[in-house]
């Protein structure tokens, strides 16, 4: 492991320790295991949900106690080939959606980062990205998600989205404060919601 993904490895786990302890009151972060696909979870079923992503210098940390969730941050980037990988992985409806945007790159991230959080959901690893289906224009998604509810958002250049194990629950938006360094509530981020599809949809 390079030492700038040690570094984000360790501020990975350092956040998610103090989410634990604000969020759950857990003085200690629990034990912890890897499933089959590689996706850490706490080694006690007990235990609140987590999952971790992040691209570059950007971090974000998902829990919940009402089951298993996933996420994915990506900062709004320029990647070689996007119309290519979007045509290797995206069903005919994201690609519709995708060349009918303003922002080709934007677009793509957004539904990029809705397809990580609901693969990193189920714990099974990129390779089931092709099981998945968004419906942009009907906020509609289907796949092997146990997820309830998809929600994704766009903030200080980066795109951002979760799967959530349940559909109504309030979306508590914690952040670093840059000057104390203290893990302090934020106010809501403005998310967009997509809900699962019957397989007829």
Same mark, same amino acid.
């Given at each position: 492991?390079?030492?700038?993904?040690?570094?984000?490895?360790?501020?990975?786990?350092?956040?998610?320790?103090?989410?634990?302890?604000?969020?759950?009151?857990?003085?200690?972060?629990?034990?912890?295991?890897?499933?089959?696909?590689?996706?850490?979870?706490?080694?006690?079923?007990?235990?609140?949900?987590?999952?971790?992503?992040?691209?570059?210098?950007?971090?974000?940390?998902?829990?919940?106690?009402?089951?298993?969730?996933?996420?994915?941050?990506?900062?709004?980037?320029?990647?070689?080939?996007?119309?290519?990988?979007?045509?290797?992985?995206?069903? *005919?409806?994201?690609?519709?959606?995708? $060349? /009918? !945007?303003?922002?080709?790159?934007?677009?793509?991230?957004? =539904?990029?980062? @809705? #397809?990580?959080?609901?693969?990193?959901?189920?714990?099974?690893?990129?390779?089931?990205?092709?099981?998945?289906?968004?419906?942009?224009?009907?906020?509609?998604?289907?796949?092997?998600?146990?997820?309830?509810?998809?929600?994704?958002?766009?903030?200080?250049?980066?795109?951002?989205?979760?799967?959530?194990?349940?559909?109504?629950? *309030?979306?508590?938006?914690?952040?670093? $404060? /840059? !000057?104390?360094?203290?893990?302090?509530?934020?106010?809501? =981020?403005?998310? @967009? #919601?997509?809900?699962?599809?019957?397989?007829?949809?």
């Amino acid at each position: 492991m390079g030492a700038a993904r040690a570094e984000t490895f360790l501020a990975g786990r350092a956040l998610l320790a103090e989410l634990m302890f604000k969020v759950f009151n857990r003085a200690t972060l629990p034990e912890m295991t890897l499933l089959a696909g590689g996706k850490p979870v706490f080694t006690d079923a007990v235990q609140p949900f987590f999952n971790l992503s992040h691209s570059a210098d950007r971090l974000l940390v998902a829990v919940s106690d009402r089951g298993p969730v996933g996420c994915d941050i990506e900062i709004d980037r320029q990647r070689r080939s996007l119309l290519s990988i979007a045509r290797q992985y995206f069903s *005919a409806k994201e690609n519709d959606w995708l $060349n /009918a !945007q303003c922002s080709l790159q934007t677009a793509f991230w957004q =539904l990029w980062c @809705q #397809r990580e959080a609901l693969v990193k959901q189920t714990g099974e690893g990129v390779l089931m990205m092709n099981a998945v289906a968004l419906n942009p224009d009907a906020k509609t998604f289907l796949s092997q998600s146990t997820a309830l509810r998809l929600c994704h958002t766009a903030t200080e250049g980066c795109l951002a989205a979760l799967a959530l194990p349940d559909a109504n629950d *309030a979306i508590q938006h914690w952040g670093v $404060n /840059a !000057q104390n360094n203290r893990l302090e509530m934020l106010p809501a =981020l403005d998310w @967009q #919601r997509f809900y699962p599809a019957s397989e007829s949809a």
